[in-house]
């Protein structure tokens, strides 16, 4: 029997998203937001459904990972974190006039620091916006300092912070980010900067928004890298270019599934509330979840070791690398690609298998001369 308006029965209300999201994190907990570094590894697995879905509910990785029994060493340190915020300080000192000079601001006492302070993230953001379309209309500098920016993702809105956006007197954007790893002669690790451009291209993204909007703005498709110079304190600035990182975030992004549709495929009664559900309970709801394992996941996501553990027990072969996996085709377990190797199955014809095979002959053929010579 159906309900119609008219029909006198109740038809239950369908649970709005973000109570889905909040019965699945748990009523009780509150909600881990997701910054920029998380959303920028989340784009570089847009396939995992797991992240998607555990970061859009707010959930906190690090305690669900401890519970199911693989803790991961994930995150800055303690001692990090200080040397990172006293940095930070010292850049932005007396209005950032330091920050300001790297820029190549020649009078610093003339740029605007207007008050970014509001109710809520989403006065905050509303808030900066409106201080960058009134520094735009002036024509002036102006240092937003730790602004407030929200991008959608998966169908959730994502509030990212910045340590700092430039707006220049002719209408251009520049995100700023400073970091506490040092550049030595004028270069810092390559690993550590691609990181940081990652992550500000999530900025980049999130102020195009904000731009749109704006007669006469244009956000900067470079950013400015503040590190200290080679050993000290002193702070020493770079411009990255991030319109690479930027088209990869955004095409990634775009390929999320809406959370919310992740969630409903889900069993009734799943959740993730890591205070009243057990060990057992946390390990079945998280298999529940499809996830897409590869080695770079140990430097960005705080369930990589859970993944990787089940993802060898499965004999997948993502467990050796996004390339591997592409190499070896349709052969999708270790245990395949062992038995192509032997003869055992496969296809001769397929150029994996054809390559696996040849490979264990130039194998044997080099173990046959090793023993010869002995």
């Known amino acids: 029997m159906s309900a119609s308006p008219d ?175 040092p550049m030595i002669d004028g270069s810092a690790d390559a690993a550590k900067v691609g990181a940081a451009a990652r992550q500000a291209a999530v900025y980049v993204l999130a102020l195009e928004r904000v731009a749109a909007l704006t007669e006469g703005a244009r956000v900067a498709q470079s950013v400015v890298l503040v590190c200290p110079k080679d050993f000290s304190n002193v702070p020493a600035a770079s411009v990255v270019d991030v319109r690479k990182q930027r088209s990869v975030t955004r095409r990634q992004l775009a390929r999320l599934t809406r959370v919310d549709e992740i969630a409903r495929a889900l069993p009734e009664g799943i959740s993730f509330d890591v205070v009243e559900r057990s060990a057992e309970e946390l390990t079945a709801a998280v298999e529940c979840v499809p996830h897409q394992y590869a080695p770079e996941c140990l430097a960005a996501c705080e369930l990589a070791f859970h993944c990787r553990s089940r993802s060898r027990d499965a004999g997948a072969v ?5 390339s591997v996996r592409g190499e070896l085709g349709g052969l999708t377990t270790v245990g395949a690609v062992l038995a192509a190797a032997r003869g055992e199955e496969g296809d001769p014809d397929d150029p994996a298998v054809a390559a696996l095979r040849r490979a264990r002959a130039l194998r044997e053929e080099a173990l046959a001369g090793v023993t010869a010579c002995r």
């Not at 993502?318 to 996004?322: A, N, Q, W, Y």
């Open 7 to 181: 029909s006198g029965l109740s038809v239950p209300p369908q649970t709005t998203p973000r109570r889905l999201l909040a019965e699945l994190r748990g009523p009780a907990v509150v909600p881990r937001p997701m910054d920029a570094r998380a959303l920028a590894a989340l784009a570089a697995n847009p396939g995992c459904k797991r992240r998607a879905l555990l970061d859009g509910a707010g959930v906190d990785k690090s305690a669900l990972a401890a519970r199911l029994g693989s803790p991961a060493p994930f995150g800055q340190s303690q001692f990090a974190i200080v040397r990172g915020n006293s940095f930070e300080g010292k850049v932005k000192a007396d209005g950032g006039r330091e920050l300001l000079r790297l820029i190549g601001v020649e009078e610093p006492d003339e740029v605007s620091v207007p008050d970014l302070a509001a109710a809520g993230p989403e006065g905050r953001v509303a808030r900066t916006a409106l201080a960058l379309r009134e520094a735009t209309a002036a024509g002036t500098w102006a240092l937003l300092d730790h602004p407030l920016l929200a991008l959608e993702v998966g169908g959730s809105p994502v509030y990212l912070e910045p340590d700092a956006v430039v707006v220049h007197p002719d209408g251009g954007w520049t995100v700023v980010e400073i970091k506490s790893f």
């Open 318 to 322: 993502e467990t050796l690398g996004r």
